[in-house]
């Protein structure tokens, strides 16, 4: 599978910190926080490969927790995301550090201690590498609701064991989930009435859109923001 379009369109990390949260320590791993800290519905954003300091997933957090979520953003790569202009570490390579596997690990560490700080329902979204994840998390109660974009890796097996509430939020111009494989996706949650289930396709977007677009591109920030708002209402739907 090509994991060109992964790493296209790198976000630009700076010196300095983005976005109105903190930067916290949470079931072991370092975290972007916003939200009120009171709140007994939690978020969590699990990043692509260019990790939790991308300035639009932190942009994106905020958005998210003024709607009343608290939000966690983990370092799921320990300060070690994936960088594009390392020619001596590649995408395969760079993964054979970083698996999903790992990171689901890490996952239900972070969701038992939002559990233990007293949050009653958490919802998750993944971006592409994130969105295995997330998926995996949706496999049991660990969530409560999912969210996927862009997602890579995920698999039709993957769709079939998912019990929690699941929104699948894909490009048209993706080879990492083509749209053939998203209404195969479609037609599995179809026949799942236990599980309520979600896919919409953007049209003329590419994979990574939502949290990796222009500034300058009114399209692709138009679709993003419907994808932002069509993430939050399903949080809102099922968690709130």
Same mark, same amino acid.
């Given at each position: 599978?090509?994991?060109?379009?992964?790493?296209?369109?790198?976000?630009?990390?700076?010196?300095?910190?983005?976005g109105i949260g903190c930067v916290a320590e949470i079931g072991g791993l370092k975290a972007y926080i916003t939200g009120p800290p009171d709140s007994k519905l939690a978020v969590v954003l699990v990043s692509h490969v260019f990790g939790y300091e991308a300035p639009k997933l932190r942009k994106l957090a905020d958005k998210v927790a003024s709607h009343g979520f608290y939000v966690v953003v983990p370092d799921f790569f320990y300060g070690d995301p994936y960088v594009p202009d390392n020619p001596e570490r590649p995408i395969a390579v760079w993964r054979q550090s970083h698996g999903t596997d790992k990171g689901f690990e890490d996952a239900i560490r972070i969701v038992s201690a939002l559990r233990s700080e007293g949050v009653s329902a958490i919802?998750?979204?993944?971006?592409?590498?994130?969105?295995?994840?997330?998926v995996e998390l949706g496999k049991s109660d660990h969530i409560q609701a999912a969210v996927l974009l862009h997602p890579s890796r995920v698999t039709v097996d993957d769709i079939k064991? +998912? @019990?929690?509430?699941?929104a699948v939020l894909g490009a048209e111009h993706d080879k990492m989930s083509p749209p053939e494989l998203l209404k195969q996706f479609e037609e599995i949650l179809s026949a799942k009435p236990e599980v309520d289930g979600y896919v919409k396709i953007f049209a003329g977007v590419e994979h990574g859109?939502?949290?990796?677009?222009?500034?300058?591109?009114?399209?692709? +920030? @138009?679709s993003a923001e419907e994808a932002h708002k069509d993430m939050l209402d399903w949080f809102t739907k099922h968690l709130k």
């Open positions: 599978m090509s994991d060109t379009q992964c790493c296209e369109n790198p976000p630009t990390l700076t010196s300095t910190s983005v919802g998750a979204a993944g971006f592409c590498w994130g969105a295995k994840v997330v064991e +998912v @019990k929690a509430p699941i859109w939502t949290v990796r677009y222009k500034d300058e591109d009114e399209v692709v +920030v @138009k």
